[in-house]
């Protein structure tokens, strides 16, 4: 059975430019969610995917969106990239919405510079 | 809405030692309760998870958390630490909505010889 995968390990970025970010899902699992996580602190959730529609979002700007594709892969985009961006974007699967457990991916880690 | 509190952003141990990290949440629904563990440089690995089936939930490496409603608290103890347990801790909460999942801001374990 293959875990939560995510590409590219690391990314450097400049202020103003767009990153996406890509997240393979646990085999059988057709819900993502992203996370921030920054320096010291616990993750923020950015939004869920269920069966490629966004399920549920928390306090993130319209900047951050995404996609889920019907292998149930997804995407974590950022628009116009800011210093405060800098962070390491977790995905996690999951095999429902709601209270099932998430498994999470290594990780991305964004500098922006 | 919902918080996780965790209390000793550090905490320190000698090897063979009672483990105990403390989490307390603040919600008005029945919670779903992780523990995650990250080591440096990774995703978060699930450690346990309450979902009121027992109060007393066992997890992986030797693990287990009480769930004690009159006193809102999930917190994670193991009865002899190893020098492989340092890492960060982080408790989370979910309602079993769509609204992710909220973490607290983490424990750093320390294992001293």
């Known amino acids: 059975e293959t875990g939560v995968t995510q590409s590219p390990t690391h990314l450097i970025k400049t202020r103003g430019q767009q990153v996406t970010l890509r997240c393979s899902s646990q085999s059988g699992h057709n819900t993502v969610s992203w996370y921030q996580q920054a320096l010291g602190q616990g993750p923020q959730f950015i939004f869920q995917y269920y069966r490629e529609e966004e399920n549920g979002r928390g306090n993130f700007p319209p900047r951050f969106s995404g996609l889920q594709f019907p292998n149930y892969s997804s995407e974590l985009n950022v628009n116009a990239l800011e210093l405060d961006d800098s962070a390491l974007y977790l995905c996690?699967?999951?095999?429902?919405?709601?209270?099932?457990?998430?498994?999470f991916g290594p990780g991305t880690r964004l500098t922006v510079l | 809405a919902q918080s996780v509190t965790q209390l000793g952003s550090h905490v320190s141990v000698s090897e063979g030692a009672l483990v105990l990290l403390r989490c307390n949440y603040s919600s008005s629904v029945p919670p779903y309760l992780f523990w995650y563990v990250q080591y440096p440089n990774q995703g978060l690995q699930l450690l346990l998870k309450y979902t009121s089936a027992a109060t007393l939930v066992k997890g992986i490496n030797g693990f287990e958390a009480e769930f004690k409603k009159s006193e809102t608290s999930f917190h994670l103890t193991k009865p002899s630490a190893h020098m492989s347990d340092a890492a960060e801790y982080f408790c989370?909460?979910?309602?079993?909505?769509?609204?992710?999942?909220?973490f607290g801001k983490g424990t750093h374990l320390i294992i001293q010889p």
């Open positions: 996690a699967s999951s095999l429902g919405r709601g209270s099932d457990t998430q498994y």
């Open positions: 989370a909460y979910s309602g079993g909505g769509a609204d992710g999942l909220t």
